[in-house]
């Protein structure tokens, strides 16, 4: 079974950054196309980006391109997450879940996460002074 475990949540100030890690384990990461959903307080599941398994295509929802950058090592069998220029809306649950083998029609076109069959537990990213 699909275990996925997220790290490098943390406080950090208007304008900072982080890097999120997901690390992927019991299958091997390239069957899976990985993405970052987050839910803020009092808020639905939003996705955030996607990276597909083997051609590395990416996907990101508007409000954070250019901020936001996702990345995966297979051999590390670890998926990032770049978060750069943070504000205080950024605040929230940071998940990585996955799917299987590309990042599907409605995860790559909205900010829906119902294509994803696989989760993490979270890591709470803050941003605040």
């Known amino acids: 079974q699909l275990q996925l475990v997220e790290s490098g949540g943390g406080l950090v100030q208007p304008g900072g950054s982080l890097r999120l890690s997901c690390r992927v384990s019991g299958d091997t990461l390239d069957t899976y196309a990985i993405g970052w959903v987050r839910q803020a307080p009092g808020k639905e599941r939003e996705g955030i980006s996607c990276?597909?398994?083997?051609?590395?295509?990416?996907y990101y929802a508007d409000f954070v391109k250019g901020r936001f950058s996702i990345s995966r090592d297979n051999g590390m069998n670890t998926v990032y997450l770049q978060m750069s220029n943070l504000t205080p809306e950024d605040t929230g649950v940071y998940y990585c879940?996955?799917?299987?083998?590309?990042?599907?029609?409605?995860?790559?076109?909205?900010?829906?996460?119902?294509?994803?069959?696989?989760w993490g537990q979270g890591t709470q990213v803050t941003v605040s002074s």
């Open positions: 879940a996955a799917q299987f083998l590309l990042c599907g029609p409605t995860t790559a076109t909205t900010t829906r996460a119902d294509e994803y069959t696989e």
């Open positions: 990276v597909d398994s083997h051609n590395g295509s990416t």
